[in-house]
């Protein structure tokens, strides 16, 4: 098991940016797979990226692919996920998420069992 706290979360105007962190405990954080997900109000939690242990693969949903990057640091055990050209349909609780030597299905939330508690985002018109 690994622990994640996500951090910068906020309130921004449209067409500005974030970076969120997703901080993991433990020794063996470069052999989890990272994933982001949000969910705003009423709404089904949703893939945003994922990026695999060595960083050699990301995904993106369609709806961030261009806007959002994400990058790892295994150095210092942490996810990030910079977030440019926020839109208010962007407004979400954006949540880490991590497990151990993913193989397949990187976009699907079942596929990871560890969590972060999230960080809200709101970006306003």
């Known amino acids: 098991q690994v622990q994640l706290v996500e951090s910068g979360g906020g309130l921004v105007q449209a067409g500005g940016s974030l970076r969120l962190s997703c901080a993991a405990s433990?020794?063996?954080?470069?052999?989890?797979?990272m994933g982001w997900f949000r969910q705003a109000p009423g709404k089904e939690r949703e893939f945003v990226s994922a990026i695999s242990g060595n960083a050699g693969i990301t995904y993106y949903a369609d709806s961030v692919k261009g806007r959002f990057t994400i990058s790892r640091d295994n150095a210092k055990n942490t996810v990030y996920l910079q977030m440019n050209s926020l839109k208010p349909e962007d407004t979400a609780v954006y949540y880490c998420?991590?497990?151990?030597?993913?193989?397949?299905?990187?976009?699907?939330?079942?596929?990871?069992?560890?969590w972060g508690q999230g960080t809200q985002v709101t970006v306003s018109s």
């Open positions: 998420a991590a497990r151990l030597r993913l193989v397949l299905g990187y976009t699907k939330k079942d596929a990871y069992d560890n």
């Open positions: 433990g020794r063996t954080f470069s052999s989890y797979a």
